[in-house]
T-cell receptor, first 112, second 114 residues
C-alpha cells in the first residue's frame, strides 16, 4: 500500500526555535512532493513543491529537502513565530499516479 | 488571480439527501481534483477531471460523482448522504505537466450531515 507518514503528530515549541517536520513515503519513484499549511477549518496553502530532480527548495524561513532513495522529506522552519502555528501536511503522487497521497499532518504550536 | 474558489462555504444536509458542491479552478489550470478531509485526517483523493472526463478515481462509492464544464469548472455530487460523509471537501486545480503538477487548493466546503 502506498503511504505517506508524518512524525510527530503534534509539536509545541517556544517562539524563535528552529524546528524540523518529518515526512516519509513508500514510493522511491515519486516525481515531486508538496508541503502544505492548513489553518483550522480552512483549505490548504501550498508552501513548497520539490521536484524529483531537486534535493532542496527554499522559501523565506522555510526549507524543504527530498531524499527519494530513503523515502524521506523534511520541512525546516527557521526562527519560528506564533503565526507559524498550523497543521503542516506533506503529499506526493505515489504509484505513478497524479493523485496526491497525504500524510495525517503535524500540528505545530509556537508559543509566544 | 482569484485562485481556486469553492461554493458554498458551509452546508448542512440530512441523511438520504443529495448535495452539489462547486469549484472554479485557478486561472490557466485545466485539471480539477476533489478530496475529502475528515476531522484530524489528511485529505483523501476522490477523483480528478480533465477535458470534461473523469481521469482517475479514488476508493469512493458510486454515490460520489462529478462533472467538469467546458470552462474547466467542476461539480461534485453526493447522493444518498450518510453521516460519515460529513467532512471538509477540497477542490484542487493544476496543469497537466507531470514534472510539476503543483496542486493549488480552494478554501473548501464544510458539509455536515445530520
Amino acid at each position: 500500500k502506498q503511504e505517506v507518514t508524518q512524525i510527530p503528530a503534534a509539536l509545541s515549541v517556544p517562539e524563535g526555535e528552529n524546528l524540523v517536520l518529518n515526512c516519509s513515503f513508500t514510493d522511491s519513484a515519486i516525481y515531486n512532493l508538496q508541503w502544505f499549511r492548513q489553518d483550522p477549518g480552512k483549505g490548504l496553502t501550498s508552501l513548497l513543491l520539490i521536484q524529483s530532480s531537486q534535493r532542496e527548495q527554499t522559501s523565506g524561513r522555510l526549507n524543504a529537502s527530498l531524499d527519494k532513495s530513503s523515502g524521506r522529506s523534511t520541512l525546516y522552519i527557521a526562527a519560528s513565530q506564533p503565526g507559524d502555528s498550523a497543521t503542516y501536511l506533506c503529499a506526493a503522487p505515489l504509484g505513478g499516479s497524479e493523485k496526491l497521497v497525504f500524510g495525517k499532518g503535524t500540528k505545530l504550536t509556537v508559543n509566544p | 488571480d482569484a485562485g481556486v474558489t469553492q461554493s458554498p462555504t458551509h452546508l448542512i444536509k440530512t441523511r438520504g439527501q443529495q448535495v452539489t458542491l462547486r469549484c472554479s479552478p485557478k486561472s490557466g489550470h485545466d485539471t480539477v481534483s476533489w478530496y475529502q478531509q475528515a476531522l484530524g485526517q489528511g485529505p483523501q483523493f476522490i477523483f480528478q477531471y480533465y477535458e470534461e472526463e473523469e481521469r482517475q478515481r479514488g476508493n469512493f462509492p458510486d454515490r460520489f460523482s462529478g462533472h467538469q464544464f467546458p470552462n474547466y469548472s467542476s461539480e461534485l455530487n453526493v447522493n444518498a448522504l450518510l453521516l460519515g460523509d460529513s467532512a471538509l471537501y477540497l477542490c484542487a486545480s493544476s496543469q497537466p505537466v507531470r514534472a510539476l503538477n503543483e496542486q493549488f487548493f480552494g478554501p473548501g466546503t464544510r458539509l455536515t450531515v445530520l
